[in-house]
């Protein structure tokens, strides 16, 4: 039914404003009747993680950040659905207004500051939720106002071990102040040691649920160099490429929006998110897995991420200009990508072009 009533309702939603746009896509998510889930074709399948994924395209963090839709996100047709960002207290975030669209360039810039319900609101969701199946990733963040942000996270992972089938460790977002910090030097290797012995430690009651860290697209190849460097030594288990970025394009259209704080995502960042992904893909050494997010608004979009170097994809902001018949037209695009080159599947797609990207000029 969404997926039938969708095409004349964006066009209303879009004159309001995004966050309570946002409010609204949320709420009819809820409502029945809720689509049936259908097969997925099994050339779509990704093991990652080690975990099975029926199809590489995931819901990426920031849609869903009370864990209130995963289910329906689920059905209609995501492989896989990222929660959050999860903070352990509840916070308000960032006043508004802090989300604002850029029709022309078809991007989103916020400043939403990790607005949570906390985590206590969170896990009794998806603990209410835990036997349905699926894969719900659950992206953590630290308070703004922590004393330790550090024991924020642990805190997280000790908390949500049990319900969750992955965790994206958040220290790349631009709207919590110092929150980027965490991707540098000592104190990376301080968090990447901890969250990894907490991992370790839940082990017993948990399982192995897999710890990524989330990076940002800002960064220079030496700060790459040091983050993937450590993330290898303290044996994460992927990595996510990237969160929004504090550049503005020099060609963006909408030049009075783009003048807005916040991190900007959606088409403008795709180029800059992609050579990020290529440039971690190349260094990483198939260590592990990689998830790309940025700019992803079409199949040609999707596969040039996976031929970049990911293993999964996510997206977002595009959805709010393409509606949810996107996640189909990428699936049946990366399907016919794959029976194409006669593979046995995304695997064979995986990191195809990334050595040639990081050759070229870089992205402006």
Do not use: C
Not at 101 to 121: C, T, Y
Not at 304 to 313: C, D, F, N, Q, V
């Amino acid at each position: 039914m969404i997926s039938l009533i969708e095409p004349f309702v964006r066009p209303v939603l879009r004159l309001i404003d995004a966050e309570s746009a946002h409010r609204l896509a949320i709420t009819a998510l809820r409502l029945p009747p809720h689509v049936k889930l259908t097969r997925d074709d099994p050339a779509l399948a990704v093991r990652a993680f080690g975990l099975n994924f029926r199809n590489p395209v995931g819901m990426a963090a920031g849609f869903d950040k009370h864990a209130e839709v995963p289910d329906p996100l689920l059905r209609l047709g995501f492989g896989f659905v990222e929660v959050g960002t999860v903070t352990l207290r509840p916070q308000g975030g960032n006043p508004r207004p802090r989300v604002f669209r850029l029709p022309r360039d078809e991007g989103v810039i916020n400043r939403l500051g990790f607005n949570s319900e906390g985590a206590d609101a969170v896990l009794r969701r998806l603990a209410a939720r835990a036997d349905r199946g699926g894969i719900i990733g659950i992206n953590i963040g630290a308070n703004k106002d922590s004393a330790d942000r550090i024991g924020d996270y642990v805190r997280l992972i000790e908390t949500f071990a049990p319900v969750v089938g992955y965790f994206a460790v958040n220290v790349s977002s631009p709207n919590t102040p110092g929150l980027r910090d965490l991707q540098q030097g000592q104190m990376l290797d301080t968090l990447l040691e901890r969250v990894m012995e907490t991992q370790a430690r839940a082990r017993a009651t948990a399982g192995i649920v897999p710890v990524l860290i989330k990076i940002a697209p800002d960064l220079t190849l030496g700060e790459l160099d040091d983050i993937v460097g450590a993330a290898r030594r303290h044996r994460t288990d992927g990595m996510i490429v990237g969160n929004t970025t504090v550049a503005r394009p020099p060609k963006l259209g909408d030049r009075a929006i783009a003048a807005e704080a916040g991190g900007l995502s959606g088409r403008p960042l795709f180029p800059l998110a992609t050579r990020m992904l290529a440039e971690t893909y190349v260094r990483v050494e198939g260590a592990f897995p990689l998830i790309g997010v940025g700019g992803i608004d079409s199949g040609n979009a999707a596969l040039a991420k996976i031929r970049a170097g990911a293993s999964l994809i996510q997206v977002y902001s595009a959805l709010v200009f393409h509606g949810l018949r996107l996640i189909n037209s990428i699936k049946s695009d990366l399907a016919s990508a794959v029976r194409q080159k006669a593979g046995n599947g995304i695997d064979d797609l995986v990191g195809a072009d990334a050595a040639a990207i990081t050759a070229e000029p870089w992205p402006v």
